[in-house]
């Protein structure tokens, strides 16, 4: 299992974020394995990575073999894999750390636990972290997959580490719910037993952590009681019947919307776990090869990097190692550090070395990007060109498109059909306007 989250991770992280247009678009094929990033992003050098190799998630996965042994300081289990996340992030002003993508909620959480130090058992866990993305779940199948006892409660004390609101620590203790049941089933799934079994236990654990943490949540005034996961569980049995990928995912992503998401939810590999952990479970317990599977979660972009690594190891406690590519096992770098730390759990140094040179190859891989990048801006400034501001430099008045509404509207607006027409308007004429810049600049490339 363990594996099969290292090969996900691997395979997921050169699309992550990308969505599906964009992919078919770059590459005019589909994804089949792991991809050279060279070949995706020649202008973009932050986004190439090693093929084979896996992002942050992987990483907490190292950490997570803390929990096979004890590390003397009498902390439980999710808060020593707190300690060891810290001691495997370094220091905080140090030029490259073992991280190299980590998810807003860890950064966050290894800040508080640097600056907090020396710890008390409750300084590892989150107070105040409002977001509900599928991060907390890359925790989920560790525990599982080392055979602890109560996997689904570790699970969810795990997700604690960087989430605080219901829904991202529910998802971690269905994902490993789910992988448990799976294991239990034997070589024949029933996917409606085993549904009629994971919805009640999920339902069952939210209530739960409604009432222990309630009054939490309104000291944060978080007020209302928060929508659970196992209300867009309820109507996957159906949808395993009919075998409608299509309705699905519709059905998926409307009932992740009525969760009330921050940022809409457009396709069920987004980050809000009301969509991906629902389609996760279709997928696992659904009729499709394990290898056509990971591909179309490939190929549908979003939040790839987490989503196939969760996916591949519910796969593989369903259908056994052998029903993957051994040139996947083969491509994935991490695999033989992987089996070292699991004849030695406690070896956090040969991750951390091994880590860091994968960075260092990382950044060699990217210095040619940087300097032909500088190259081209030098031939543009030399020709009286501007500088085209990335991303991260446009303000919002110079952004391609309209921001999104709840940033602007005012409460009660969002149905209003004037206001709706206005946004469909701006975010028209944004587009249109973009497009036109677009030409514009290639057509004085080639002039050039």
Same mark, same amino acid.
């Given at each position: 299992?363990?594996?099969?989250?290292?090969?996900?991770?691997?395979? +997921?992280?050169?699309?992550?974020?990308?969505?599906?247009?964009?992919?078919?678009?770059?590459?005019?094929?589909?994804? !089949?394995?792991?991809?050279? +990033?060279?070949?995706?992003?020649?202008?973009?050098?932050?986004?190439?990575?090693?093929?084979?190799?896996?992002? %942050?998630? +992987?990483?907490?996965?190292?950490?997570?073999?803390?929990?096979?042994?004890?590390?003397?300081?009498?902390? @439980?289990?999710?808060?020593?894999?707190?300690?060891?996340?810290?001691?495997?992030? +370094?220091?905080?002003?140090?030029? @490259?750390?073992?991280?190299?993508?980590?998810?807003? $909620?860890?950064?966050?959480?290894?800040?508080?636990?640097?600056?907090?130090?020396?710890?008390?058992? @409750?300084?590892?866990?989150?107070?105040?972290?409002?977001?509900?993305?599928?991060? #907390?779940?890359?925790?989920?199948?560790?525990?599982?997959?080392?055979?602890?006892?109560?996997?689904?409660?570790?699970?969810?004390?795990?997700?604690?580490?960087?989430?605080?609101?219901?829904?991202?620590?529910?998802?971690?203790?269905?994902?490993?719910?789910?992988?448990?049941?799976?294991?239990? %089933?034997?070589? =024949?799934?029933?996917?409606? %037993?085993?549904?009629?079994?994971?919805?009640?236990?999920?339902?069952?654990?939210? %209530?739960?952590?409604?009432?222990?943490?309630?009054?939490?949540?309104?000291?944060?005034?978080?007020?209302?009681?928060?929508?659970?996961?196992?209300?867009?569980?309820?109507?996957?049995? #159906?949808?395993?019947?009919?075998?409608?990928?299509?309705?699905?995912?519709?059905?998926?992503?409307?009932?992740?919307?009525?969760?009330? $998401?921050?940022?809409?939810?457009?396709?069920?590999?987004?980050?809000?776990?009301?969509?991906?952990?629902?389609?996760?479970?279709?997928?696992?317990?659904?009729?499709?090869?394990?290898?056509?599977?990971?591909?179309?979660?490939?190929?549908?972009?979003?939040?790839?990097?987490?989503?196939?690594?969760?996916?591949?190891?519910?796969?593989?406690?369903?259908?056994?190692?052998?029903?993957?590519?051994?040139?996947?096992?083969?491509?994935?770098?991490?695999?033989?550090?992987?089996?070292?730390?699991?004849?030695?759990?406690?070896?956090?140094?040969?991750?951390? #070395?091994?880590?860091?040179?994968? @960075?260092?190859?990382?950044?060699?891989?990217?210095?040619?990007?940087?300097?032909?990048?500088?190259?081209?801006?030098?031939?543009?400034?030399?020709?009286?060109?501007?500088?085209?501001?990335?991303?991260?430099?446009?303000?919002?008045?110079?952004?391609?498109?309209?921001?999104?509404?709840?940033?602007?509207?005012?409460?009660?607006?969002?149905?209003?059909? !004037? =206001?709706?027409?206005?946004?469909?308007? #701006?975010?028209?004429?944004?587009?249109?306007?973009?497009?036109?810049?677009?030409?514009?600049?290639?057509? !004085?490339?080639?002039?050039?």
């Amino acid at each position: 299992m363990l594996e099969a989250m290292f090969l996900g991770a691997a395979l +997921g992280r050169p699309c992550n974020g990308l969505k599906r247009g964009h992919l078919q678009q770059l590459l005019g094929a589909p994804i !089949e394995g792991f991809l050279d +990033g060279r070949i995706l992003f020649p202008n973009r050098p932050e986004r190439n990575v090693l093929p084979g190799l896996h992002g %942050a998630a +992987g990483t907490m996965v190292f950490a997570s073999l803390a929990m096979c042994e004890e590390d003397g300081a009498g902390r @439980s289990p999710a808060a020593q894999v707190g300690a060891r996340l810290l001691e495997l992030s +370094g220091e905080e002003d140090q030029e @490259s750390v073992v991280f190299r993508s980590p998810g807003r $909620p860890l950064r966050d959480a290894l800040a508080r636990w640097r600056n907090e130090y020396p710890w008390e058992e @409750s300084d590892f866990f989150a107070r105040e972290e409002p977001r509900e993305g599928i991060g #907390a779940a890359t925790f989920a199948l560790v525990p599982s997959a080392i055979g602890m006892q109560q996997a689904p409660g570790v699970a969810a004390r795990l997700a604690r580490l960087t989430h605080t609101k219901l829904a991202p620590v529910a998802a971690a203790y269905c994902v490993a719910r789910t992988a448990e049941l799976i294991c239990n %089933a034997g070589k =024949k799934i029933d996917s409606s %037993a085993i549904l009629k079994q994971l919805i009640p236990a999920v339902r069952e654990f939210e %209530a739960t952590f409604i009432e222990q943490h309630s009054t939490e949540w309104e000291e944060l005034g978080w007020n209302g009681k928060p929508p659970t996961l196992s209300c867009t569980l309820e109507p996957l049995a #159906a949808l395993l019947r009919e075998e409608n990928d299509s309705l699905a995912e519709k059905t998926i992503v409307a009932g992740a919307a009525e969760m009330n $998401p921050v940022c809409a939810v457009t396709h069920v590999q987004h980050g809000f776990v009301g969509a991906s952990i629902p389609w996760l479970v279709y997928r696992a317990l659904g009729t499709l090869s394990p290898r056509n599977a990971i591909e179309d979660a490939l190929n549908r972009g979003g939040e790839t990097g987490a989503v196939v690594s969760l996916l591949a190891a519910l796969l593989v406690c369903r259908h056994d190692r052998q029903f993957l590519p051994d040139e996947w096992y083969a491509g994935t770098l991490a695999l033989p550090l992987l089996y070292r730390c699991l004849d030695d759990p406690g070896g956090a140094n040969g991750i951390i #070395a091994a880590e860091q040179r994968w @960075s260092a190859m990382e950044d060699a891989l990217r210095d040619p990007l940087r300097k032909e990048l500088r190259r081209q801006e030098a031939a543009d400034a030399a020709a009286g060109r501007p500088r085209k501001k990335s991303h991260l430099e446009e303000d919002q008045e110079e952004a391609k498109f309209a921001p999104p509404p709840h940033l602007w509207l005012k409460p009660g607006e969002e149905e209003d059909p !004037e =206001k709706k027409r206005i946004l469909k308007e #701006a975010r028209g004429k944004r587009r249109i306007d973009w497009k036109e810049s677009r030409r514009k600049d290639e057509r !004085e490339r080639r002039r050039d």
